[in-house]
């Protein structure tokens, strides 16, 4: 069954960081493209960014609004894929999902961020 | 950045009604588009990829059609569950984007 897990959210000042992960099973990890999704409270979807598959090495992409504050990165061995999150701004408060790309298949549960004084 | 204009953002229907909603894409993204359903509380379910095709496990009255720039989500006869909140999404190009959402509310 595959099986997305996402931790690390929780409350954050502006201006700081917040490492999220995600924990795939179920499936081959290093086969897929894997993307985190974000909702902030009461409003659409946004597509945060992706890292590809082994296969394109892992490659990442980036929505304009939060390149070169957020990095995607995974943990091969441990089926871990992860959010790293700096120079945190209150617009970036929102459920943040990690999500499978087979046409969007399979998703997390989410993790909330929320970024606050 | 490719634009994905939903309409409309909301409606209202009943049991056994047919719903229709279209997702407007603003360049051509051949069939590269995904349909979500997202029930409060919850995580997105992909209903539909490819433009038309249904997800295994995806009842069939839901359905999806359309390529280039023009896409619809039909549901030919409203159920319960189905209220909820859909979203079309493009993979045609980065950035993806999401369409902004249509509420379908109980008449």
């Known amino acids: 069954e595959v099986q997305l897990v996402e931790s690390g959210g929780g409350l954050v000042q502006p201006g700081g960081s917040l490492r999220l992960s995600c924990v795939a099973s179920?499936?081959?990890?290093?086969?897929?493209?894997m993307d985190w999704v974000r909702q902030a409270p009461g409003k659409g979807l946004e597509w945060v960014g992706r890292?590809?598959?082994?296969?394109?090495?892992?490659?990442?992409e980036y929505a304009a609004s939060v390149r070169g504050r957020f990095s995607i990165s995974r943990d091969e061995s441990k089926n871990t894929l992860y959010l790293q999150m700096s120079s945190l701004k209150a617009e970036d408060t929102a459920v943040y999902y990690c999500?499978?790309?087979?046409?969007?298949?399979?998703w997390g549960q989410g993790t909330l961020v929320t970024v606050s004084s | 950045d490719i634009q994905m204009t939903q309409s409309p953002s909301s409606l209202s229907a009943s049991v056994g009604d047919r719903v229709t909603i279209t997702c407007r894409a603003s360049?051509?993204?051949?069939?590269?588009l995904v349909w979500f359903q997202q029930r409060p509380g919850k995580a997105p379910k992909s209903l539909i990829y490819?433009?038309?095709t249904l997800r295994s496990g995806v009842p069939s009255r839901f359905s999806g059609s359309g390529s280039g720039t023009d896409f619809t989500l039909t549901v030919s006869s409203l159920q319960p569950e189905d209220f909820a909140i859909y979203y079309c999404?493009?993979?045609?190009?980065?950035?993806?984007?999401f369409g902004g959402g249509t509420k379908v509310e109980m008449k």
């Open positions: 360049q051509d993204i051949r069939t590269s």
């Open positions: 179920g499936f081959i990890f290093s086969d897929f493209h």
């Open positions: 890292s590809r598959n082994k296969g394109r090495s892992y490659n990442t």
């Open positions: 999500v499978r790309d087979n046409g969007g298949d399979y």
């Open positions: 490819g433009a038309s």
């Open positions: 999404q493009h993979y045609n190009a980065y950035p993806l984007t």
